[in-house]
């Protein structure tokens, strides 16, 4: 090249996409795992100067456990920079469905790991193969020690993003330096490399940036680059020319982009979308998904708890091995619902191991905390747990073996009325839910209203009053509609759907038509729903298969329950109201037995103009009502102007990820029924037995939320956290302790959310995590009489805190998710 000629630097990254499990068992993606870290620990002992780079911290968990040898041969390679660490996860999760305490767990376990074992952590965030990255992401990422981002989806015709790096920033104003590379993660073994190194050079550069990278190896079933490619690149790196390549990482990419001068265009927004359907398919892994990151927060911040303020056993590492489970399972082929099932087999283990776990750590921390209550020998005594810290008046629920009738064998003696008071002796209300005979006792179902302390507890008395066994079926009778002093609703005689939900106190109208309508759309995509946008078919709704009925109506709720069929599968929906709330709880029992279906939920809503705002990991996203389909977390808000105002609907569900909002209208997706791991362009055959997805039975459960004004006034966050987290009743036995009711941990206002109290996992100081919900900043007071301290700490709009509470009293200390301590300003640390 003569002098001021200009060249490009092609930045080569050897990689070899290892799906860990997917269209094969977890067992034969570890040993893919070991051949494919071999081959590249040969090639980087045959040539000199070639790079090699992998991320997934599992994967080096299982070469140290299976092949000590080659991982001592991959930390001298690390340790030489010819190895390079990307991503710092456990694994390259689904980055959308996760819950944002998920992310802070993935970077805590993968670092931690990294640094124990090669001296040095990862700096890229790398989730090439993941379906889409939520907008919250850049303050997860920067948390977690990650100040660079590189991904391959979506695609360019997927979304316009800018050639090279850019800013991604998001609600809170944390950046990383992100890049979407041109080409592909992977390549076929005999791929034409000048001809691939041409083309990264032509659709990754601009005039003003001469370099670019370019991925290379065999992936999904691992493999990595060849012999013959790095050859190939070795040989065309020698020969200079205006397009030279060069063995590199990303880390070596972001590097020489942050010598050049920083004109980088800055991008607010999400990396959406690729695969819209992964958002619904596979409802048990989505379900599972969610009832374990919740059980492992729950039990954590009870025995963190009993630690500080009673010497009991936190249970940090059982609790770290179950979450890595968690982790682990959340990988993007396994959480999307895009694996084939036997792969799922080695998933439901995991899934069962971490509850099984977060109920051990929970009881042992239970019985720690419940010594310090005081229980009186009389009636059936209950202990009743918060485990959220603010004071929660709710429905616990609760069933008593009347073990003391086991003698009555001609069954003369009938439970009655169930009477329930407080420590004080004043009766709260109290329902018999239902009655079950078992081992020749009968089990009684309670439900009663009761009030608790902030993250606490308070100790209730039950009386099982005996009565004369029913001379017949109790009867059911027909209702259509049913009201509390707030929400007044009534359900649709021919759709058994909701006709109306009228606010009482002002007469206002929040439905614009039948909701709740159970709709059949026509869905003949793929697992992953490639190139789909919208789910819009409808072919059928479900019917009602008779009048609703009133099943439940006393001091504790009231609830409709009305059947309803389309084709095969049959729904139960039941509507619930409570005294004194504005909310309706929704229960649906599906029995699904349709195929290249899917189903989804309505709600058109008396609103125009609507504007949307969806849950996202540690935060919230606002969008457009356009018909697409769209991730999401816990909740869903769709507010508008009605009659007479600004109004809205915010909808709470336990287990769904997907949705879409076209003008008025809101629709959860609530499941799909393709082809496991079915992938186009393979097509069906005729005469081939094919296992379909989520048939059978499922029950889903959502809260609904109608407000007036904006969706903030309903704190989404902190009902889908009691949604979420239910009331935790205990039998206990007389206990001579010091007091009727314990309150650990309160925290205040209400836009700041606290998700998590553990132990750091050197064992040495009491930590606390949450963030703010509202998009603006407060002053967040967090007291426990128990602990006899309150610490306050200035909180930013949308910001994730984690603060160390000093138990001698003292500021709280700001920590990243590494449980390091940070710039107090900027918790997500300073901007690189």
């Known amino acids: 090249m003569s002098e001021g000629d200009r060249q490009v630097i092609v930045h080569m990254v050897g990689n070899a996409h290892i799906d860990p499990i997917w269209l094969w068992t977890q067992d034969e993606g570890r040993a893919e795992v070991l051949a494919s870290y071999r081959t590249a620990a040969s090639l980087l002992r045959a040539f000199e100067g070639y790079a090699f780079t992998s991320g997934a911290t599992v994967t080096y968990r299982w070469v140290a456990e299976d092949d000590p040898a080659l991982f001592e041969e991959i930390r001298a390679a690390v340790a030489a920079g010819r190895w390079n660490l990307v991503t710092g996860w456990w694994v390259q999760p689904d980055c959308n469905l996760p819950a944002g305490e998920s992310f802070a767990r993935h970077a805590l376990y993968g670092q931690r790991y990294l640094e124990a074992v090669f001296g040095r952590r990862a700096r890229i965030g790398y989730c090439v193969d993941s379906f889409g990255h939520a907008g919250t992401l850049p303050q997860l990422l920067r948390l977690g020690g990650l100040d660079s981002y590189v991904f391959f989806r979506p695609g360019p015709q997927e979304k316009e993003l800018p050639v090279g790096p850019f800013w991604w920033e998001g609600p809170d104003g944390s950046r990383v330096v992100a890049c979407r590379p041109p080409l592909h993660y992977g390549t076929p073994g005999d791929v034409d490399m000048a001809a691939r190194i041409a083309a990264a050079a032509s659709e990754g550069t601009t005039e003003a940036l001469p370099l670019t990278l370019c991925f290379y190896g065999v992936g999904n079933h691992g493999g990595g680059p060849t012999r013959a490619n790095v050859a190939e690149i070795a040989a065309l790196s020698a020969a200079g020319g205006a397009v030279r390549p060069i063995f590199s990482s990303p880390e070596g990419y972001f590097a020489a982009v942050r010598a050049l001068p920083d004109t980088w265009p800055v991008v607010r927004d999400e990396l959406q979308h690729h695969a819209r359907g992964c958002y619904s398919v596979l409802s048990r892994v989505k379900r599972e998904n969610r009832r374990a990151e919740d059980a492992l927060v729950r039990a954590e911040r009870l025995a963190a708890l009993a630690a500080a303020v009673a010497g009991g056993d936190p249970g940090t590492e059982r609790l770290r091995h179950a979450w890595e489970g968690v982790l682990f399972s959340q990988f993007h082929d396994v959480l999307a619902g895009t694996s084939i099932r036997d792969a799922y087999e080695d998933v439901w283990r995991l899934y069962d191991a971490a509850q099984d776990t977060a109920t051990e750590v929970l009881e042992g921390a239970l019985e720690v905390l419940g010594a310090r209550l005081r229980v009186r020998d009389e009636g059936r005594p209950l202990m009743v747990w918060n485990p959220l810290p603010w004071e929660r008046s709710d429905v616990v629920r609760f069933s008593l073996r009347m073990t003391d009738w086991r003698d009555d064998f001609w069954g003369q003696r009938y439970p009655g009325p169930p009477i329930v008071t407080d420590a004080e002796g004043r009766r709260v209300p109290a329902r018999l839910d239902g009655v079950e005979l078992d081992y020749n006792t009968y089990v009684v179902h309670i439900e009663a209203q009761v009030t608790l302390p902030a993250l606490g507890a308070a100790v209730y008395y039950v009386e099982v009053p005996e009565t004369v066994p029913p001379a017949e079926e109790p009867a059911v009778l027909p209702a259509d509609t049913i009201a509390n002093d707030m929400l007044r609703l009534r359900v649709d005689p021919d759709t058994g759907a909701l006709a109306s939900l009228v606010d009482v106190a002002t007469g206002r109208e929040y439905l614009a038509g039948p909701a709740s309508l159970p709709l059949v759309i026509d869905d003949p995509s793929d697992t992953w729903s490639h190139n789909v946008d919208a789910f819009h078919d409808v072919i059928g709704t479900f019917r009602a298969k008779g009048a609703a009925a009133l099943v439940a109506e006393d001091g504790v709720q009231q609830t409709l329950r009305v059947d309803s069929a389309w084709g095969r599968s049959h729904i139960t929906q039941e509507y619930t109201l409570y005294p004194r709330q504005r909310m309706v709880d929704v229960t649906l029992t599906i029995d699904w037995h349709e195929q290249l279906k899917m189903l989804k939920l309505a709600f058109p809503l008396a609103l125009s103009q609507a504007r949307v705002t969806a849950s996202a990991p540690y935060g919230w996203v606002e969008r457009g009502a356009d018909g697409q389909e769209e991730p999401c977390q816990a909740w869903v808000d769709v507010s508008g102007e009605g009659a007479g105002g600004a109004l809205g609907v915010c909808f709470i569900n336990d287990s769904k990820y997907g949705y879409d909002v076209l003008h008025n209208t809101f629709r959860l997706s609530v499941l799909r029924s393709p082809v496991y791991a079915f992938h186009i362009p393979r097509r069906m055959v005729p005469g081939v037995t094919y296992p379909y997805i989520d048939q059978g039975r499922q029950v889903v459960r959502l809260r609904l939320l109608p407000?007036?004004?904006?969706?903030?006034?309903?704190?989404?966050?902190?009902?889908?956290?009691?949604?979420?987290?239910?009331?935790?009743?205990?039998?206990?036995?007389?206990?001579?302790?010091?007091?009727?009711?314990?309150?650990?941990?309160?925290?205040?206002?209400?836009?700041?959310?606290?998700?998590?109290?553990?132990?750091?996992?050197?064992?040495?100081?009491?930590?606390?995590?949450?963030?703010?919900?509202?998009?603006?900043?407060?002053?967040?007071?967090?007291?426990?009489?128990?602990?006899?301290?309150?610490?306050?700490?200035?909180?930013?709009?949308?910001?994730?805190?984690?603060?160390?509470?000093?138990?001698?009293?003292?500021?709280p200390i700001p920590l990243n998710f590494l449980e390091e301590p940070v710039d107090d300003h900027h918790p997500s640390s300073a901007q690189p």
């Open 707 to 811: 407000h007036e004004g904006a969706w903030q006034a309903v704190q989404p966050v902190r009902q889908s956290e009691a949604f979420h987290h239910p009331l935790i009743p205990r039998r206990v036995t007389p206990r001579s302790g010091t007091r009727h009711s314990l309150s650990l941990l309160r925290i205040s206002p209400g836009d700041v959310v606290l998700t998590v109290v553990k132990m750091a996992e050197d064992g040495q100081r009491l930590i606390v995590r949450g963030y703010e919900t509202a998009g603006r900043p407060a002053r967040l007071v967090i007291s426990s009489a128990a602990l006899g301290h309150t610490w306050t700490h200035t909180v930013r709009p949308h910001e994730v805190w984690t603060l160390a509470l000093p138990l001698g009293g003292g500021a």
